[in-house]
């Protein structure tokens, strides 16, 4: 079965960086679109970024220009670069493979990892 396992998560300071990983097993990676979701406290699940199987790529307007989604087919690996951080970027982050990669939509998105907690200090 289709198995998603994050990684990378921690604490930083307000401006650090981090880089998100996920791999992916049980499927053919690549035959379904890859997003990053968070979901900080109190707050509902929101897409941060989503990569299609062509390359393709969708950001949330709160993180374009600090966040950058990649994927090596290769490793069936999924990466989300995080610069500049902010507290408000503080939550626990989810890796989905799904059908529709454009509206960054939890309910277009099937399947899910457990999450990595990122933390940021102001």
């Known amino acids: 079965q289709v198995q998603l396992v994050e990684s990378g998560g921690g604490s930083v300071q307000a401006g650090g960086s981090l880089r998100l990983s996920c791999a992916a097993s049980?499927?053919?990676?690549?035959?379904?679109?890859m997003g990053w979701f968070r979901q900080g406290p109190g707050k509902e699940r929101e897409g941060v970024a989503a990569?299609?199987?062509?390359?393709?790529?969708n950001y949330a307007d709160s993180v374009k220009g600090r966040f950058t989604i990649s994927q090596d087919n290769a490793k069936n690996t999924l990466y989300l670069q995080m610069n500049s951080l902010k507290p408000e970027d503080t939550a626990m982050y989810y890796c989905?493979?799904?059908?529709?990669?454009?509206?960054?939509?939890?309910?277009?998105?099937?399947?899910w990892g457990q999450g990595t907690q990122v933390t940021v200090s102001s």
């Open positions: 989905a493979a799904g059908l529709n990669a454009e509206r960054l939509w939890p309910q277009d998105f099937g399947y």
């Open positions: 049980g499927y053919t990676y690549g035959s379904y679109c």
């Open positions: 990569i299609d199987s062509d390359g393709s790529t």
